[in-house]
């Protein structure tokens, strides 16, 4: 399995785990409260970007599990194994 998922701006593929310990950093960092406005704001910032790249990722790969299972019939969707219903 690829570690790239989705795509973000310009066509280019993300790496999601690089991407998800990057804004794990970034919300530890900025709840760590040691940094400058300026400095948290540019965090913030790229935060806010991750999230949107890793949104737009995963609705791709939703769509293209949706395509794979999809052979003409309706698919019924079922909760994941310890999923609540």
């Known amino acids: 399995m690829t570690k790239k998922a989705g795509s973000a701006k310009g066509g280019k ?7 998800v310990a990057r804004l794990e950093e970034i919300v530890r960092t ?13 965090l913030f ?4 970007r991750l999230v949107k790249e890793l949104e737009k990722a ?7 599990v949706r395509k794979l299972l999809d052979d003409g019939k309706k698919i019924t969707e079922e909760p994941f ?4 219903e």
């Open 58 to 64: 995963l609705a791709q790969a939703e769509l293209r």
């Open 30 to 42: 900025l709840e760590g409260g040691g940094t400058g406005l300026d400095e948290s704001l540019d």
């Open 45 to 48: 910032e790229e935060g806010t």
């Open 13 to 19: 593929k993300i790496d999601w785990e690089k991407s």
């Open 81 to 84: 194994q310890g999923e609540e």
